[in-house]
């Protein structure tokens, strides 16, 4: 590629998920738009969606999970923020929501991912090839100990509100990602602290009896394929080093925070 120059859902009703949860993550405005193919772990080949928006300087990718969520990137470069979300398909058979919508925010640092204007240059000659990443960047825990309030989530990044909008009561970040938000300029107002384990002696929600109980529960999600860095080249024709393509990443994320019952993290309960 080069720029120019899951779970058990039965399965009518699974049929019926997958395409609400499409709708959902189509939701944001037109962009710029390329869709490749990208091998899961596991084997699993699967479509990839990026999205590249040059006005508001961001970037995005969604791609479906093997257990059938649907997990999306947007990164807003203007901002800072990086917003991992994760829409989880539930076992209807056990009682559970048809479906549980996650946010976590973080710091957008440099080199995560490549720049809007290179996103929206990205084109390959074969669309039917299957990508796999060139580089693993390996597993990144964090312990999401703030939550953001959705109501003021527009003062942090405009993106929020249409991707977090399903997960209006499930939007966390870190106080060391708050720290540097705050130097900014943004407002203290729409964060808050959550509860620690260490505070309340909270259990893990796989360990936690009652369905009501408060504990700390943990989600995974891993990106398999996205444009990390901009590759340069040398030529005896050109002075300095020129974009003459893209290098491929793959990252899993581990993630850990507070819900006020043990019902709102059901992928534990078997745990």
């Not at 470069?77 to 994760?86: E, G, Q």
């Amino acid at each position: 590629m080069r720029p120019p120059g899951g779970r058990g859902v039965p399965p009518a009703p699974r049929a019926l998920l997958l395409a609400l949860l499409a709708l959902l993550a189509g939701a944001g405005g037109a962009r710029a738009e390329l869709r490749v193919r990208v091998r899961l772990p596991g084997g699993r080949v699967a479509e990839e969606r990026l999205q590249a928006d040059g006005a508001g300087d961001s970037v995005g990718l969604e791609l479906r999970e093997p257990d059938g969520a649907l997990v999306s990137l947007t990164a807003d470069f203007r901002k800072h923020v990086k917003i991992l979300r994760a829409l989880v398909l539930g076992e209807l058979e056990k009682g559970q929501r048809q479906f549980q919508a996650l946010c976590f925010v973080t710091r957008l640092r440099d080199h995560e991912i490549i720049p809007s204007e290179a996103m929206a240059k990205l084109r390959q000659k074969n669309p039917r090839a299957v990508r796999q990443a060139e580089e693993a960047r390996g597993l990144e825990q964090l312990h999401m100990d703030m939550a953001v309030n959705f109501s003021q989530g527009a003062l942090l990044s405009p993106h929020l509100h249409n991707v977090c909008a399903e997960a209006t009561d499930a939007i966390y970040t870190r106080q060391e990602d708050v720290r540097f938000w705050l130097e900014q300029g943004v407002d203290s107002s729409m964060f808050k602290a959550l509860p620690t384990d260490t505070e309340q002696a909270l259990p893990r929600c796989g360990q936690a009896g009652d369905r009501g109980a408060p504990c700390v529960c943990r989600y995974g999600l891993s990106l398999a394929w996205y444009p990390c860095m901009l590759k340069y080249c040398h030529s005896r024709d050109r002075p300095a080093p020129y974009k003459c393509g893209i290098r491929s990443c793959q990252k899993s994320y581990s993630f850990t925070f507070f819900v006020p019952q043990r019902q709102l993290c059901p992928w534990e309960e078997d745990s």
